[in-house]
Nanobody, 115 residues
Framework: QVRLVESGGGLVQAGGSLTLSCAAS????????MGWHRQAPGKQRELVAE???????NYADSVKGRFTVSRDIAQNTVYLQMNSLKPEATAVYYC?????????WGQGTQVTVSS
């Protein structure tokens, strides 16, 4: 069973930065999308940022210009660099990898931004 292992969450002050990482436990063939979603208390899970085949990226409007998603296909790893963090970014962040065979989710990592 392929697992996604996330790291990098934590507590940061508003205006600070964090980098999230997510690595697959084994090589995944045929990946077409790697990215991050988040779920704040009382809210639905939402897309934060995603990188798709061909180098296309999609960002939530609320994070454009501040967050950057990147990936290392060879290492099956996806990153989320978060700058100028705001308190409303507080949520559990989940990485997601989609391939021809899988739609995988990480266990979630807590990001808390204090005002």
């Amino acid at each position: 069973q392929v697992r996604l292992v996330e790291s990098g969450g934590g507590l940061v002050q508003a205006g600070g930065s964090l980098t999230l990482s997510c690595a697959a436990s084994e090589y995944i063939f045929g990946i077409y999308a790697m990215g991050w979603h988040r779920q704040a208390p009382g809210k639905q899970r939402e897309l934060v940022a995603e990188s798709t085949t061909g180098g296309n990226t999609n960002y939530a409007d609320s994070v454009k210009g501040r967050f950057t998603v990147s990936r290392d296909i060879a290492q099956n790893t996806v990153y989320l660099q978060m700058n100028s963090l705001k308190p409303e970014a507080t949520a559990v962040y989940y990485c997601n990898i989609r391939s021809q065979r899988y739609n995988l989710w990480g266990q979630g990592t807590q990001v808390t931004v204090s005002s």
